[in-house]
């Protein structure tokens, strides 16, 4: 089982970007997942979840500028990033708090990461 993400990329302020991060593997179900980021030098921070019934989830910083969705048949989250800000820079993981595998048992998942850079 993994997350892989994509999406990340260059992009000047005020930019959009999309991120993707898909779900693969052999697994019965996926709970919460969602979007974190790190800046250089700082610690990992929470961007924002969503759960598998669709209740979604945004720290403030980020409301109105952001959209986190999922689409649960492609096992894949988005995350639409308008407006972005030099601040936004930082490298983005997905995250799924729970993946069941077939057979039972279950753990938590993070993809590689995705760089986004918002130049001013």
């Known amino acids: 089982v993994q997350l892989q993400a994509s999406g990340g990329g260059l992009v000047q302020a005020g930019g959009s970007l999309r991120l993707s991060c898909a779900a693969s593997?052999?697994?019965?179900?996926?709970?919460?997942m969602g979007w974190y980021r790190q800046a250089p030098g700082k610690q990992r921070d929470l961007v924002a979840t969503i759960s598998n019934g669709g209740n979604v989830n945004y720290v403030e910083s980020v409301k109105g500028r952001v959209t986190i969705s999922r689409d649960n048949a492609k096992n894949t989250i988005y995350l639409q990033m308008n407006s972005l800000k030099p601040e936004d820079t930082a490298v983005y993981y997905c995250?799924?708090?729970?993946?069941?595998?077939w057979g039972g048992g279950s753990a938590v998942y993070w993809g590689q990461g995705t760089l986004v850079t918002v130049s001013s």
């Open positions: 593997g052999a697994f019965s179900s996926i709970g919460t």
């Open positions: 995250n799924a708090d729970r993946i069941t595998w």
